[in-house]
């Protein structure tokens, strides 16, 4: 059975950096799409970066316009990782992330999806 886990959320301070993880079980190759996205209280869920198999990295307009995420994947680890500079209180979210077979910034074609992980920004 396909697992991803989310981790590295916490409670930082606006203008800092925080690293989330991916940890990804089941897939019997990399062959797969890594997503991540958020869901602020009351939003919806909102797609940030995607990076396939090969490494190409796929950002959402207003990840691109910021141009503070930064994406990775370690597949001999079968990990995944989302960097977020400069931190504002807005980017208060559960942020998640997901695995497709296909590539996409798009929700609804992810089948799999970790428990998320709560980031908080402080002002």
């Known amino acids: 059975e396909v697992q991803l886990q989310a981790s590295g959320g916490g409670l930082v301070q606006a203008g800092g950096s925080l690293r989330l993880s991916c940890a990804v079980t089941?897939?019997?190759?990399?062959?797969?799409?890594i997503g991540w996205f958020r869901q602020a209280p009351g939003k919806e869920r909102e797609g940030i970066v995607c990076i396939d198999s090969g490494g190409d990295k796929y950002f959402t307009d207003f990840a691109a316009v910021q141009n503070r995420f930064s994406i990775s994947r370690d597949s001999a680890k079968n990990t995944g990782s989302l960097q977020i500079n400069s931190l504002k209180p807005e980017d208060t979210a559960v942020y998640y992330c997901?695995?497709?077979?296909?590539?996409?910034?798009?929700?609804?074609?992810?089948?799999?999806w970790g428990q998320g992980t709560l980031v908080t920004v402080s002002s």
């Open positions: 997901a695995a497709s077979e296909v590539v996409s910034r798009t929700a609804r074609h992810y089948d799999y």
């Open positions: 089941g897939f019997g190759s990399d062959a797969y799409a």
